[in-house]
């Protein structure tokens, strides 16, 4: 398969259902970008859309959290969170089997379920792309939001084997997009701190800790410019090199751990630059919104 262009975008469910909570002016442009992804994708006339998405603990609820899932078989189910509707995503099942079967040949233990569930992160996402035109997927989950997480090192050399996995398989088009970020801190205090607490001493305890959204949240804009600067300019690896899990959670919040699916793409695309379509550090829809396109032209 050719990787015939590579996008990266946040991913909020507030993005569409607080959508006319945003200052006009962010919802016009922000909405335009995404457009602007989705018809740029179909103009790439791919055969199928590698999305690498996330989890929000509602499929992975702690009592298995696999760090990276690709969904195999014919259909992902969505799980109808964050107030968007329950439907099913054609998955392009050869190219998912391929991918599976490549990366763990190049031995990266590649979880796989063959009755995915997914959630806002690739809902969202596609509402605001495609509308109603659908590309089939190959949808990849990236644990992002239940620690301990993957690192910053391992996310972008993940993304390194996804790409050769990709351009190893059957001839086909291909389009990566990574979805989430960029700073954003989701829920109360008391709620993130709890989900930094220790693995194995959370899951009895979590109903206590209900996730709860607040009508406005805090955007680290500085973080999410210096960071789409460094995208910008294909330099993911000196951010892999500079950033910590913990130094993350500092500057961009428990959501800004998302950024990872960013990383990801830019190992899939050996470090291509990128253009960024569209950014709004949009306080209603509690995230820093980034859309961007990388230019594979740039690839090193
Ligand atoms: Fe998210």
């Not at 259902?17 to 945003?22: E, G, P, S, V």
């Given at each position: 398969m050719d990787i015939v262009g590579a996008f990266a975008c946040s991913h909020a469910g507030l993005i569409v259902?607080?959508?006319?909570?945003?200052p006009a002016e962010s919802k016009a442009s922000l909405f335009g970008a995404f457009r602007r992804m989705g018809d740029e994708v179909l103009r790439l006339k791919p055969d199928a859309v590698v999305m690498i998405g996330t989890d929000h603990g509602r499929i992975f609820d702690l009592t298995h959290v696999p760090q990276f899932t690709i969904g195999v078989n014919t259909v992902a189910r969505s799980?109808?969170?964050?107030?968007l509707p329950v439907e099913d995503v054609a998955i392009h099942d050869t190219f998912a089997r391929s991918i599976l079967n490549g990366l763990l040949e190049a031995d990266v233990d590649l979880s796989y379920s063959e009755a995915m569930k997914i959630d806002h992160s690739f809902i969202s996402p596609l509402t605001l792309a495609f509308g109603d035109v659908r590309p089939k997927i190959v949808p990849i989950v990236q644990n992002c939001n239940s620690p301990p997480l993957p690192t910053l090192r391992r996310s972008y050399a993940f993304g390194r084997a996804l790409g050769d996995a990709i351009r190893g398989g059957p001839d086909g088009r291909v389009v990566v997009i990574g979805t989430g970020g960029l700073s954003h801190w989701v829920g109360s205090e008391r709620f993130q701190k709890f989900m930094r607490?220790?693995?194995?001493?959370r899951l009895a305890r979590k109903p206590e800790y209900p996730l709860e959204l607040t009508d406005t949240g805090y955007v680290n804009e500085k973080f999410d410019r210096d960071f789409m600067r460094m995208i910008a300019e294909g330099r993911a690896q000196e951010f892999v090199s500079g950033w910590t899990t913990d130094r993350l959670f500092e500057a961009a919040g428990n959501g800004g751990q998302e950024i990872r699916n960013w990383l990801t793409v830019a190992g899939a695309v050996q470090d291509a630059g990128a253009e960024m379509l569209g950014y709004g550090a949009v306080a209603e829809w509690l995230t820093g919104t980034a859309i961007a396109r990388f230019d594979m032209r740039t690839a090193h």
């Open positions: 259902t607080r959508a006319d909570l945003a799980i109808g969170d964050a107030e607490e220790p693995a194995g001493t």
